[in-house]
């Protein structure tokens, strides 16, 4: 069993950056690979990046490629999403997940743990 809990949203102009964290309690954290999510209000949950095990392999949606960046830092049990030059577009509620697995995945069907999310703002 894991638990993720996310933290790092906030309200942020056109042009700035945000970095979201999740926090997964629980053992055997390199043994999952981890996924950031977003739902807007009236859309479906959509894909934003995805991180293997070992850090090596990530996935990025075309949306974001170039200005967002996952991360994980196994020792702390943490995953990160660093995202720069953000745009109104990108408001939503950004979600963690986890699936034991060592290779990343892209379809939130996959994964086995979420978090509770964390809403990123972002003004014109």
């Known amino acids: 069993q894991v638990q993720l809990v996310e933290s790092g949203g906030g309200l942020v102009q056109a042009g700035g950056s945000l970095r979201l964290s999740c926090a997964a309690s629980?053992?055997?954290?390199?043994?999952?690979?981890m996924g950031w999510f977003r739902q807007a209000p009236g859309k479906e949950r959509e894909f934003v990046a995805s991180?293997?095990?070992?850090?090596?392999?990530?996935y990025y949606a075309d949306s974001v490629k170039g200005r967002f960046t996952i991360s994980r830092d196994n020792a702390k049990n943490t995953a990160y999403l660093q995202m720069n030059s953000l745009k109104p577009e990108d408001t939503a509620v950004y979600y963690c997940?986890?699936?034991?697995?060592?290779?990343?995945?892209?379809?939130?069907?996959?994964?086995?743990?979420w978090g509770q999310g964390t809403q990123v703002t972002v003004s014109s």
């Open positions: 997940a986890a699936k034991r697995t060592f290779i990343p995945r892209t379809s939130a069907y996959e994964y086995d743990y």
């Open positions: 629980g053992r055997s954290f390199s043994s999952y690979a």
């Open positions: 991180i293997g095990w070992s850090g090596s392999n990530a």
